[in-house]
């Protein structure tokens, strides 16, 4: 009789597993397998594309650093519409397209599709458990359905999104603070004007963030983000929504999508590497303190992960892991942690109004200005990456 927890070796050793196949594990295979290494991607979900959880906005920096399939973006937003709480509006205009929402559910299914024709193997609705240290590198223990099964990697990546278990296996530092994020997705909704970024700075539906309608003209979407311990994110999305009846008809809208999840504010964690693995994406903080976007860090940590990993395996120089630190991004955080502590800090509404208040006048514009349209994202990994070239000699 078979135990319930039968356990078997999948066939042969990898050179990579990654754990977690959301943008940063995406991005991490196709990498790695792109350059001939041997890659399994798991995740415990069965298909990546099918449980998206983020709103999806890119912003212009990453559009023009990233190779971004057009069909998988939505019309450019230039405008952004900055609500107080008492409903005056600060309106910001670009000259140039500074976001696009992503159809991430096609991204996700092409990245996939990329990385294993690329070599990569993939097995969904798989949980990674633990790892041990075994010679080089790593037995690692995983589950699908019912059963348990082993495999042999020399390195591991966390992937696995803000409370990551691999952080946590590898004895790496974890995501302390998080804010959670909730929203719906509607079709059908007419868009009286551009194309537009709708932000409401109030404490009372979202306390901490920010609450949000973004309407580009095909899809829009509805939410609401904060501390989890002082709102209910369900219910200041019904208070949203009603607040916003007056500004959009959603008489014919259609809810086609609920997404959300949670979204760590802690900044870069400083210890994401180790001999045995590295993290990626929200398992290594990699988001902005300040607007909680977290998409381009997985881009760009994920680029910078795959050049480490393969230096480290093709040279065995563990001096090559020292390139990975999130110390090297945290001086960059510095301005938008400060931020973050003053918006966890003050919770009258009233100071949400002030500063809206000082926002709308001349000179604090700028501020609001360079928040939304800065290309102030994640840092640029170039310089480690070329760090890591002339090290190895790549
Ligand atoms: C509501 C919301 C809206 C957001 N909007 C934006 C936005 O508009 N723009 C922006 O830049 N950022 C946004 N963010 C942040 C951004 O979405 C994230 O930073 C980004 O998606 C993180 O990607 P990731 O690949 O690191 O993690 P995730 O996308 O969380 O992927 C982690 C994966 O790991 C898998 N996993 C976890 N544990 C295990 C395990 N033990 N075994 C196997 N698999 C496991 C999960 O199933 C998941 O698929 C938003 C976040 C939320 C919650």
Known sequence: MQAAWEVFIMSGHYDVIIVGAGLAGLQCARLLAGRGLRVLLVDRRP???????????????TLEDFDLPPDCLGPAVRDVILYSPGGRALHLSSPRDEFRVGRLRRLYALWLEEACRAGAAWSGATRFLRSEPSGAGSVVSLQTGGRRWQVRARFIVGADGCRSTVARDLGLDTNREWIVGAEEVYTGVPLAGPPAFHCFLDPRIAPGYLAWVVHDGEETHIGVGGYPSRFQPAEALQVLKKRMAGRFDLARARLVERRGGRIPVGGVLKRIACPRGLLVGDAAGAVSPLTAGGLDPCLRLSDLAADVIAAYLSSGDGSVLEHYHGGLFKARFFSRQWMRRAMATFRHPLWYELACGAFRRTPLRWVAWHIFFGRGSFPSVEPWKEAVRL????
Not at 47 to 61: C, D, L, M, N, S
Not at 391 to 394: E, K, L, M, P, W
């Open 47 to 61: 298909a990546p594309h099918r449980y998206v959880h983020t709103t999806g906005i890119f912003v212009r920096k």
């Open 391 to 394: 090290r190895t000699g790549g």
